[in-house]
Structures are given as C-alpha cells and as structure tokens.
C-alpha cells in the first residue's frame, strides 16, 4: 500500500499550489484522509483532515480560508488546493491515511499509512 504525493514545488507568497495524493488502497473510501507539514527545524504538524466521504473536513487555523482538502474516491486520490501562500508556509507536504476513523485526528501517530512527502517552497 502507497501513498503518492505530488504538485509540490516553488511559488511566489501569495501564489497558488494543488498538491496530490494518490493511494494504491483498495478500499480507499475506508480511509480518512489527511495533509500534515514539517518546516524546517520544527515539529511535523497537522494542516488538514477529511473524513471517508468527503462530507465533514477540519483544519489549522494556519490553514483556515487559504487551503482546501477534497477527495475524489474514484480516483483513490485527495487534494490540498493551496491559496494566498505565505513564507511561513514552506515546507514538506505529507499526506497519510487512516483506516475506519471514529472521529477526525490531528495527531500523526493516529494514521496509518504517509506518503512520502512533496516539497512547497514559498519565496518573497
């Protein structure tokens, strides 16, 4: 089982970006999904979460009216559509993955499967 992510890469502050996340996941509808980051020299960190539909999303308030996480299950594929970048907002990407979710999580250690990370960076 993978995680695939693209559509990272370098953009101007206030540019745009949509990354991707592919899944080999048979039962991928079983899964709810998630975007995390880690910037340099800091700690990994939640960015946003989408439940198995795609009916109920959460996120950061570092994240709140700039980014969008959608998912399309035919595809086995989620988005982050990424607006209004700020520098503060370099960084990798990471998708992950976690299987028959009760509730939306924004602890990494609560998925079960990452992809292997997509670099955003954002210049002044």
């Known amino acids: 089982v993978q995680l695939q992510a693209s559509g990272g890469g370098l953009v101007q502050a206030g540019g745009s970006l949509r990354l991707s996340c592919t899944a080999s996941?048979?039962?991928?509808?079983?899964?709810?999904l998630a975007w995390f980051r880690r910037a340099p020299g800091k700690e990994r960190e939640f960015v946003t979460a989408?439940?198995?539909?795609?009916?109920?999303?959460t996120y950061a308030d570092s994240a709140k009216g700039r980014f969008t996480i959608s998912r399309d299950n035919a595809k086995n594929t989620v988005y982050l559509q990424m607006n209004s970048l700020k520098l503060e907002d370099t960084a990798v990407y990471y998708c992950?993955?976690?299987?028959?979710?009760?509730?939306?999580?924004?602890?990494?250690?609560?998925?079960?499967?990452w992809g292997q990370g997509t670099q955003v960076t954002v210049s002044s």
């Open positions: 996941i048979i039962t991928f509808n079983r899964y709810a």
């Open positions: 989408i439940s198995l539909s795609g009916s109920s999303t």
């Open positions: 992950a993955a976690k299987s028959l979710p009760i509730r939306s999580e924004t602890l990494p250690s609560k998925y079960d499967l």
